[in-house]
């Protein structure tokens, strides 16, 4: 998050106090004095700032541009630290409702305008999708009382994954992140400043600097082990943090670590500027992050920070002071503010595309708004004297109380929209339990159905495909979980045939269907499910504690398979999983060698096996563009959605025991591939089947299974 502390500086305090809490005056003197203004740090501010964004907007050309997050909290512990040391040696200790109420001023106005602006905006249906709605109100009151960070965490979002549906707001993660700093970071140091004056006579400054030092190793060993066991959460929480904000600190409170040396300052800045470009392009989702890879770009900003000199046009810090770079510094803010809410709700604005124009245009809007945010809300607020003439705890009453009414409007958007996402809730019930004739695939696979025309009728609605998913999210193990969670359901009888249904999302997807089929046969269903974790021999090429997780899921999960010995096994897995070419000459062969590794054993044991060729991976979710546009205008090309090669197709090619089912012609003709078919809605987001398109295969899917468990002839539809 760019916190933009430029305008931290000396205050007037008045004369030493013997406490290390002093009573505020009546009025601030926030402009009593300059401010400490540092250029070459507010061109890094730039840098940072533009990494996030191009991130977000291309994630491809900039995969590592996540790292601008961890450049800013370098910044702040640096400008936050010598700040707070200043006042602390000048009065002996900190104001900290003062302090606190600056914070306030600065950050609060232009946080909770965004804020404000997301809440309206997904309070409209026209705007943005009904099934999103719950999480998007969540978020929004979670961010406006700076927790998100931990809402994130504790709910396992995995922040580098690029998939899923992404909240208005989750930006909000690191700017939660930074209020928490600016609360604990001045009472660790006036907990210090306490010690030293009671136990170590005086000694201030060094009894800061050992507490900050053991805080910030103390973090970091936390962030390399939390990352290794728990990566998901350990990318929002404090603790893992606070190391780099330390790492800033450290600059600003060991004089000598700020290089002033010409050679030394050009090489170390420089330096510092190639390492957080390395980040930028050579980071990616599968580094294990933050854990000790966050050093490149921490120890990279620190660098840049450290190098003081400024003598040639040549070094850093007068490159990084150029006004451009200062221009982007100034609004960083603001920038970042705005650029996540705008990407995100962009596709859902009708005429609005996806092509590099407007991906452009939608760039330029950002700095445009970022510029009319600084002009008229960041600065005048930072300075409005009804505030800055009155004791802080009145700027610190009227932030809370201006988030009070940011939060209540976002849960007056789910008020406002609750009934509709109730009818809607129910609709999807309604339609799984009485799909029309000839509804979704069946509309091609059935030849009675030939010629069958819904116009226009998508169902679910666009707004609302999110929302048609297995709801048994229990049975659904991710990350580093390892566990061989099962579920069972449909009949428990002895002498029931027992179905086991393996693999990863692209398998939970199937849950509810078959355990229709299953309860209507007289079957037993048992769900071994792990996110991107197909059933297989081959190590995923993901590097880290997830992939090795995945690895001791499986081994978990043939104990399960081995134990209970079913009587059918239906696996199935998406196209696109990323695996170790370690032995092989492509991820294709792979892919193939480690399924039918993974399938020998259990068909030596004469289980047969069922699995299906993978669905069309859309680059955005479908329903974006259906809930705007008409659905021919929502087609899209075969040969980007759909590979030439399926590995599970390949690994079931000539395997005695082996089904394997192919769709793709229901999905896609020759040329194009449909987000709509027979009335159906097919997709939920950019790859996963809603639960009333995957009911439509049914019959299919039942045909297969009966087969392999000796109850039919075997013939499909395919």
């Known amino acids: 998050?760019?916190?933009?502390?430029?305008?931290?500086?000396?205050?007037?305090?008045?004369?030493?106090?013997?406490?290390?809490?002093?009573?505020?005056?009546?009025?601030?003197?926030?402009?009593?004095?300059?401010?400490?203004?540092?250029?070459?740090?507010?061109?890094?501010?730039?840098?940072?700032?533009?990494?996030?964004?191009?991130?977000?907007?291309?994630?491809?050309?900039?995969?590592?541009?996540?790292?601008?997050?961890?450049?800013?909290?370098?910044?702040?512990?640096?400008?936050?630290?010598?700040?707070?040391?200043?006042?602390?040696?000048?009065?002996?200790?900190?104001?900290?409702?003062?302090?606190?109420?600056?914070?306030?001023?600065?950050?609060?106005?232009?946080?909770?305008?965004?804020?404000?602006?997301?809440?309206?905006?997904?309070?409209?249906?026209?705007?943005?999708?009904?099934?999103?709605?719950?999480?998007?109100?969540?978020?929004?009151?979670?961010?406006?009382?700076?927790?998100?960070?931990?809402?994130?965490?504790?709910?396992?979002?995995?922040?580098?994954?690029?998939?899923?549906?992404?909240?208005?707001?989750?930006?909000?993660?690191?700017?939660?992140?930074?209020?928490?700093?600016?609360?604990?970071?001045?009472?660790?140091?006036?907990?210090?400043?306490?010690?030293?004056?009671?136990?170590?006579?005086?000694?201030?400054?060094?009894?800061?600097?050992?507490?900050?030092?053991?805080?910030?190793?103390?973090?970091?060993?936390?962030?390399?082990?939390?990352?290794?066991?728990?990566?998901?959460?350990?990318?929002?929480?404090?603790?893992?943090?606070?190391?780099?904000?330390?790492?800033?600190?450290?600059?600003?409170?060991?004089?000598?670590?700020?290089?002033?040396?010409?050679?030394?300052?050009?090489?170390?800045?420089?330096?510092?500027?190639?390492?957080?470009?390395?980040?930028?392009?050579?980071?990616?989702?599968?580094?294990?992050?933050?854990?000790?890879?966050?050093?490149?770009?921490?120890?990279?900003?620190?660098?840049?920070?450290?190098?003081?000199?400024?003598?040639?046009?040549?070094?850093?810090?007068?490159?990084?002071?150029?006004?451009?770079?200062?221009?982007?510094?100034?609004?960083?803010?603001?920038?970042?503010?705005?650029?996540?809410?705008?990407?995100?709700?962009?596709p859902s604005v009708p005429f609005w595309g996806l092509t590099i124009y407007h991906r452009v245009a939608l760039l330029a809007l950002c700095f445009v708004l970022a510029w009319l945010t600084k002009r008229f809300v960041e600065d005048p607020a930072r300075s409005w004297k009804v505030l800055t003439r009155r004791r802080p705890r009145v700027t610190l009453w009227s932030s809370l109380v201006a988030m009070i009414l940011v939060a209540a409007t976002a849960a007056g958007a789910w008020a406002v929209n609750a009934p509709a996402y109730r009818d809607g809730v129910a609709a999807i019930a309604s339609l799984r339990e009485d799909p029309p004739e000839c509804f979704g695939a069946q509309s091609v696979l059935d030849p009675a159905c030939a010629g069958t025309d819904f116009g226009d009728q998508v169902l679910p609605a666009p707004g609302f495909a999110a929302a048609d998913r297995p709801a048994e999210e229990q049975c659904f193990v991710q990350l580093n979980d390892t566990r061989p969670v099962t579920c069972e359901f449909g009949s428990d009888a002895p002498d029931a045939p027992e179905i086991v249904l393996i693999g990863d999302s692209h398998a939970f997807q199937l849950l509810s269907t078959f355990e229709r089929i299953a309860t209507d046969n007289g079957w037993h269903l048992t769900t071994l499910f792990k996110g991107a974790c197909p059933w297989s021999t081959t190590p995923l090429s993901t590097p880290g504690a997830f992939g090795e997780a995945c690895t001791q899921w499986r081994e978990n999960a043939v104990e399960v398979l081995e134990q209970r010995a079913p009587d059918a096994i239906f696996t199935a897995a998406i196209s696109t999983t990323p695996y170790s070419t370690a032995g092989f000459d492509s991820q294709h062969d792979a892919a193939v060698a480690g399924y039918r590794e993974a399938w020998a054993p259990m068909l030596d044991a004469g289980i047969p096996i069922v699995t299906v060729v993978d669905n069309p991976v859309w680059e955005n979710d479908p329903n974006k563009c259906l809930r705007t546009r008409g659905v021919a205008a929502c087609d899209g090309p075969r040969d980007a959605l759909l590979g030439d090669q399926d590995a599970l197709r390949d690994a079931a090619d000539g395997l005695d025991g082996v089904t394997v089912l192919d769709f793709t012609d229901v999905f896609c003709d020759d040329t194009t591939c449909f987000p709509v078919i027979g009335g159906a809605n097919v997709y939920r987001d950019e790859d996963h089947l809603t639960v009333s398109f995957v009911d439509s295969l049914a019959p299919q899917y039942e045909v297969a299974l009966r087969s392999a468990l000796g109850m039919g002839d075997g013939s499909l539809t395919q």
């Open 1 to 346: 998050m760019p916190s933009a502390d430029h305008d931290l500086g000396p205050q007037n305090l008045g004369s030493p106090a013997r406490t290390v809490l002093r009573e505020p005056p009546a009025a601030s003197p926030e402009h009593a004095e300059p401010s400490r203004f540092i250029p070459h740090v507010q061109g890094l501010r730039a840098i940072a700032v533009l990494f996030v964004v191009l991130y977000h907007f291309w994630p491809g050309r900039l995969s590592g541009g996540y790292v601008g997050v961890d450049v800013f909290f370098v910044i702040s512990g640096f400008l936050i630290t010598g700040h707070l040391m200043r006042e602390i040696e000048a009065t002996g200790g900190v104001r900290l409702a003062q302090f606190w109420a600056r914070r306030a001023r600065r950050l609060l106005p232009a946080s909770l305008l965004v804020l404000l602006f997301s809440a309206l905006v997904v309070a409209s249906p026209y705007l943005f999708p009904l099934s999103a709605l719950p999480n998007e109100v969540r978020e929004i009151i979670a961010s406006t009382f700076y927790v998100e960070n931990w809402y994130l965490a504790i709910s396992s979002t995995d922040y580098l994954a690029l998939s899923g549906e992404p909240t208005t707001v989750q930006h909000y993660w690191s700017l939660s992140l930074e209020e928490q700093f600016y609360v604990l970071w001045p009472l660790i140091m006036l907990g210090a400043a306490y010690i030293a004056v009671r136990f170590a006579r005086g000694a201030r400054r060094r009894a800061i600097l050992w507490t900050l030092g053991v805080v910030t190793l103390a973090s970091f060993v936390f962030c390399v082990i939390f990352t290794i066991t728990d990566p998901a959460p350990a990318y929002f929480v404090t603790f893992t943090r606070m190391w780099q904000f330390g790492v800033g600190a450290m600059i600003a409170l060991i004089p000598m670590l700020r290089v002033r040396h010409a050679v030394g300052s050009f090489v170390l800045g420089w330096a510092g500027v190639f390492a957080l470009l390395y980040a930028a392009f050579f980071f990616d989702g599968q580094t294990p992050f933050p854990g000790y890879m966050a050093l490149v770009p921490t120890l990279g900003a620190a660098a840049v920070i450290a190098a003081s000199n400024t003598q040639r046009w040549w070094y850093p810090t007068r490159m990084l002071s150029i006004r451009p770079a200062q221009f982007v510094g100034d609004i960083s803010y603001s920038l970042y503010l705005w650029h996540w809410p705008l990407i995100v709700i962009a």
